[in-house]
């Protein structure tokens, strides 16, 4: 089966750091994906892991373990626009190239 | 780069109408996706195109829906008999060939049953 687990949700305040945890369980694995959704609006692309480690991408930054079944976005100097939905996906499955999303983490940034 | 676009943004209809949603990927991508999404949730996978040929479709998804992609270039949806649980939000998104590539996602199509 196919299930991705993430906190509902999170609050932080602003000039934070924040860490959003992601546990995947699925037949196959191609990558994790981290997308970011503000209310209304379409997911963006935020981060893209493969191997085992951590990716940085300025304020933002994604960590996977394999082994573990686990990824977390880390999000440094929080601004009150990263008030969003933040959505792990994992590409897995044999033979497919869909996403498969968790529920999402709403995340509100306080002053 | 235009972006990925969806028409309509918005479409309220009646339970029992059909309705086709319609999709136009970003020009050179050759994967075209549709999701669901409702409140709360993250998005549900419906299907997925590469160039014209549909290459999986969700076992969620009922016989009421189809997908089409006729020439590989835009897409369309059609929910026939609509329900009313059939009220979300529904994405398309396209994707370059390999596995890193992500999808970028159009501003989607919210359709309300009544």
């Known amino acids: 089966g196919q299930n991705i687990d993430q906190p509902t949700e999170m609050t932080a305040t602003e000039g934070a750091i924040v860490q959003i945890n992601c546990t995947y369980q699925t037949s196959g694995f191609n990558g994790l994906f981290w997308y970011q959704q503000h209310a209304g609006e379409a997911p963006t692309f935020l981060s893209y892991?493969?191997?085992?480690g951590l990716e940085e991408k300025g304020r933002f930054s994604s960590f996977l373990s394999r082994s573990k079944g686990y990824s977390y976005l880390l999000l440094k100097e929080l601004q009150m626009k990263d008030s969003a939905s933040y959505l792990c996906a994992v590409r897995g499955g044999y033979n497919t190239d869909k996403l498969i999303f968790g529920t999402g983490t709403r995340l509100q940034v306080f002053p | 780069d235009t972006g990925v676009s969806q028409d309509p943004r918005h479409k309220i209809t009646k339970r029992g109408q059909n309705v086709t949603f319609r999709c136009d990927p970003i020009?050179?991508?050759?994967?075209l996706y549709w999701y669901r999404q409702t409140l709360g949730q993250g998005p549900e996978f419906l299907t997925y195109f590469q160039n014209e040929a549909q290459l999986e479709k969700s076992r969620l998804l009922s016989d009421r829906f189809s997908a089409e992609r006729p020439k590989g270039s835009f897409s369309t949806l059609e929910i026939q008999r609509t329900e009313q649980g059939d009220s979300a939000m529904y994405l398309c998104?396209?994707?370059?060939?390999?596995?890193?590539?992500?999808?970028?996602f159009g501003n989607g199509t919210r359709l309300t049953v009544t």
């Open positions: 998104a396209s994707s370059s060939p390999g596995q890193g590539s992500p999808l970028h």
């Open positions: 892991n493969v191997l085992d």
């Open positions: 020009s050179e991508h050759n994967r």
